[in-house]
Structure formats: structure tokens, C-alpha cells
């Protein structure tokens, strides 16, 4: 009997190091998960069940798209500080990015008024 949990997904980290339920374990709500006595198992309402097929856990591919894209970002962003240090134009570049910025949320802010 397969009772594990897994991800193929990069942004998902499944761990069953705990063996009491997420919630309360003297009130079990439908739906509730636990690795318990190295099974997986799930509430039905009245009673714990043990998977018997194991679970695959994905985020869709908006989700990764977006992550990726977030990742990217922040390294481009941590770039452009080192660089900031460094050489002085890039520094007064990032303060004018900066300033529009701010410049362009009020500007809507207005136009939402």
C-alpha cells in the first residue's frame, strides 16, 4: 500500500515529520490530513481513513509562472543594488526609477478619484 505524498511541483515541500493532524485532534473537521503511523490518512466527517494511492500536490502553471517570474525579479533587483553601490549613475538611475514610481501611483490614484 502506497501512502505517500509528493510534489514534482519546484515550489511545494511536503513534510510528514508530524504525526498529530494540522487541527485540533480531538475535534477533526471533513477533509482534515495526518501522517499517522506512517500512513496517510484523511476525515471523512466520521471517522479517520488511510489513503490508499498516493497524492500528487502541484500548483498550476500560473502559479509556477508567476513564482518564476518573482524569483527572476528579485534577482534583477539584488543586481541592480550591488551594481547601485558600485557605480554612482546606477544608483541615481535606480533613485529616477524610484521617483517615477511614486510619481505614476499618484498619478493613478487621481485618476481613480
Known sequence: MNTSIYST????TVDSSSAV?????STPSAG???Y????????????????TN??????????VDAIEWAQ??????AE???MAEQ???????????????QQLKTVVALCRT
Do not use: F
Open 9 to 12: 511541483a519546484p515550489y511545494i
Open 21 to 25: 493532524p494540522y487541527i485540533s485532534p
Open 32 to 34: 482534515l490530513v495526518r
Open 36 to 51: 499517522y503511523g506512517n500512513e496517510m490518512q484523511v476525515y471523512d466527517g466520521a471517522a479517520w481513513l488511510t489513503v
Open 54 to 63: 498516493s497524492v500528487n500536490i502541484a500548483l498550476t502553471g500560473v502559479a
Open 72 to 77: 527572476k525579479k528579485m534577482l534583477e533587483e
Open 80 to 82: 541592480a543594488r550591488r
Open 87 to 101: 557605480y554612482p549613475a546606477v544608483a541615481d538611475a535606480m533613485g529616477a526609477v524610484h521617483e517615477a514610481e
